[in-house]
């Protein structure tokens, strides 16, 4: 039945009238309780069904001292990383029956962040998730008392916040251990922009994976994660090629690279492979289609949701969760020409 504008939200009570029962057994089927009869929840659900009744959860909240709300501060949430944290975790937070309300930062400060805070506290919020892309987020969250749970995506958190990544070392370690594998030995590496975490800790893990099999780390090039970045860049390497492999910091670059190559008639993998990072839907049709780093957002998503759980139920402390990425091998890799 559509509820019709304009019309009185009917009420648990015309429920309970409706299927000839009481507004206690009504609050039982609608809160799950198990002691209900099979033939009695059919009989309410029918009522909620054809009312349109919905649950006021502005009074709820009222008795159990919950919004049923968690806040997000995030910035920089055009970038594919940020925003799929963002997707994944909301998707976990709605499943678990609760809502997001986001603040996007326009500037990295402590004030902005502080700012988002207070606009969180004064909604009630139950806690706060905060995505950080940069260092700055996390150092302008210290010193900040707060009295309702805070989980930082991004980052191993620390002995106030806590924290869920993806191993961003450990990735950037497969990748060019995968090269290695290969034969390669001149492996140059496409970083993200300093400022960023995820660019400074895939470039260690370069370096790491690099230094480990005896290898010189001497060719870095920093980018700025738009394919545009990854194009300006590749028109230039194309005519000067020390390497013969490169891991990128991102799928976004790798295209942006390829396309280059491509218009200078230089062959991916035959001339020179390439690994990305980050596994976007559309790295699998690259030319050629891209080997890359994959980050389970979903799984980061529910790990989130599920310390944040453990926080506002249990009152547990703060936790650190890191999530193991996988290589996903395709056609932009393969053995030196010239090993």
């Not at 700055?136 to 009295?147: H, I, K, Q, S």
């Not at 599920?306 to 650190?320: C, R």
Request: charged content about 20%.
């Amino acid at each position: 039945m559509m509820q019709k504008i304009g019309r009185l939200l009917p009420r648990l009570e015309d429920v309970a009238d409706r299927a000839g029962v009481s507004h206690q057994t009504v609050s039982r089927v609608i809160n799950n309780h198990p002691n209900v009869r099979a033939s009695t929840r059919g009989k309410v659900e029918a009522a909620i069904a054809e009312l349109g009744y919905r649950r006021n959860t502005a009074a709820r909240s009222l008795v159990t001292r919950r919004s049923q709300t968690i806040g997000v501060l995030g910035c920089e949430l055009s970038q594919y990383g940020p925003v799929n944290t963002l997707m994944a975790f909301e998707h976990a937070a709605r499943d678990a029956g609760y809502f997001v309300s986001i603040a996007a930062l326009r500037e990295v400060s402590r004030e902005a962040i502080l700012s988002a805070t207070e606009h969180f506290l004064s909604q009630s919020v139950d806690g706060m998730v905060v995505i950080v892309p940069h260092s700055e987020t996390l150092a302008a969250l210290a010193g900040v008392a707060l009295e309702i749970p805070v989980v930082a995506l991004g980052t191993r958190g620390n002995n106030a916040v806590s924290g869920l990544m993806v191993d961003q070392v450990r990735g950037a370690e497969r990748a060019v251990t995968h090269l290695i594998e290969q034969g390669h030995r001149r492996i140059g590496h496409i970083a993200g922009p300093r400022d960023w975490i995820d660019g400074e800790v895939r470039a260690q893990g370069w370096r790491t994976a690099m230094q480990a099999a005896g290898l010189p780390a001497d060719f870095l090039v920093e980018g700025g994660w738009s394919a545009d970045s990854g194009y300006e860049i590749g028109k230039k390497l194309a005519s000067d090629r020390t390497v013969t492999a490169l891991f990128v910091g991102n799928d976004q670059m790798a295209l942006g690279l390829l396309r280059a190559f491509d218009e200078a008639g230089v062959r991916v993998p035959e001339d020179i492979s390439v690994v990305g990072f980050d596994d976007q839907p559309e790295s699998r049709y690259f030319t050629p289609p891209l080997t890359t780093v994959r980050q389970d957002f979903e799984e980061l998503g529910r790990g989130c949701m599920e310390v944040m759980l453990s926080a506002i139920k249990d009152g547990k402390g703060p936790s650190s969760i890191v999530i193991e990425p996988e290589l996903v091998t395709r056609k932009s890799t393969s053995v030196p020409a010239c090993p």
